[in-house]
């Protein structure tokens, strides 16, 4: 659930108004209005970033395969701007009371495995992709009883994080900023028995573990994978899409095989693999909902690289 933030102090005061700007224009119109116009600003953007719109292209060509011609191509870039600006304006809008509406439009998948998982108290640890709006999932998951603690990027300045952090909580979600000590805070919850939600598809601290990933090789996050190994909670692949007519649905997979074999790096690099193969199913159902803009593979580093050089 990273938000990316800028590192310079006088950008950083702007984007958290802005946030705040954006956040309440949203709220303020009727949920068909709100999406029609985050899709239409999600479409802006891509059109006026031309750089970023050549990583996402580069990224979703992995997703898609070598046989996608160009135009299938500029079609689901074009699409994945439109869905990641309706995301904000989704998450933007989010109150608790909202639960009862989006039940009318909801669907889940695989509950049977959360549910089983949290009642042995054993921890649970479902592992996502940054694909549809999976907030709605956490609003779903406390509903039932079954309250989780997510990682997000510490982000400048402060208030940011605190706003991002209070609007999360108050939608039933714990949010712990990501620092050298998460992994033990982590740990804690996990032995309790709780339950984490972790975005799996992107290797933001830059201390992952190599893995193919959509036919390349590049590093995705062990976190998920250790946790698992050190505690022994239940690790879950899982996502939430939005589904046509403004319908979400929730798809929650079988627990992966987590025991000891041999060193717990090897075991970690085995059961990341393993993950990365169930986030690409995920993935695939809705390519155009991948909300990941950076580069995601050393080849993809290197083209937005090139790119930058020729301007």
Not at 148 to 168: G, H, K, M, N
Not at 212 to 229: H, K, M, Y
Not at 279 to 291: A, G, N, S, V
């Amino acid at each position: 659930m990273a938000v990316e933030g800028r590192t310079s102090r006088a950008p950083n005061r702007g984007a958290y108004a802005r946030y705040r700007l954006g956040a309440a224009l949203f709220r303020s119109l009727p949920r068909p209005a709100a999406l029609l116009l985050g899709g239409n600003l999600g479409l802006l953007a891509g059109v006026l970033d031309r750089a970023q719109r050549g990583v996402v292209a580069d990224n979703l060509a992995h997703v898609l395969g070598k046989d996608a011609s160009p135009a299938k191509l500029a079609q689901t870039v074009r699409r994945a701007y439109v869905a990641y600006g309706r995301y904000w304006a989704e998450a933007a809008r989010l109150r608790p009371g909202d639960l009862a509406m989006f039940e009318r439009s909801w669907s889940i998948e695989g509950s049977e495995h959360l549910f089983q998982a949290y009642k042995e108290r054993k921890g649970v640890i479902l592992a996502l992709p940054h694909v549809g709006t999976w907030e709605i999932g956490g609003m779903w998951s406390a509903s039932v009883g079954v309250p989780l603690t997510a990682v997000a990027e510490r982000l400048q300045p402060e208030a940011l994080f605190d706003w991002f952090a209070a609007e999360r909580r108050a939608l039933g979600i714990e949010v712990l900023a990501l620092n050298p000590h998460v992994a033990t805070e982590l740990t804690t919850i996990l032995r309790s028995g709780g339950a984490v939600a972790l975005l799996s598809d992107r290797d933001v601290a830059g201390d992952g573990v190599e893995v193919d990933f959509f036919g390349e090789r590049t590093r995705l996050p062990a976190g998920p994978a250790v946790l698992a190994l050190r505690t022994g909670a239940a690790l879950l692949p899982c996502a939430v899409l939005e589904a046509p007519g403004r319908q979400h649905r929730a798809i929650i997979c079988a627990p992966l095989a987590v025991e000891r074999v041999g060193r717990l790096r090897e075991d970690a690099v085995r059961i990341t693999q393993e993950l990365a193969h169930e986030l690409e199913t995920l993935i695939r159902r809705h390519p155009e909902q991948w909300h990941v803009f950076q580069p995601n593979w050393p080849s993809v580093k290197s083209a937005a690289a090139r790119r930058t050089k020729r301007r």
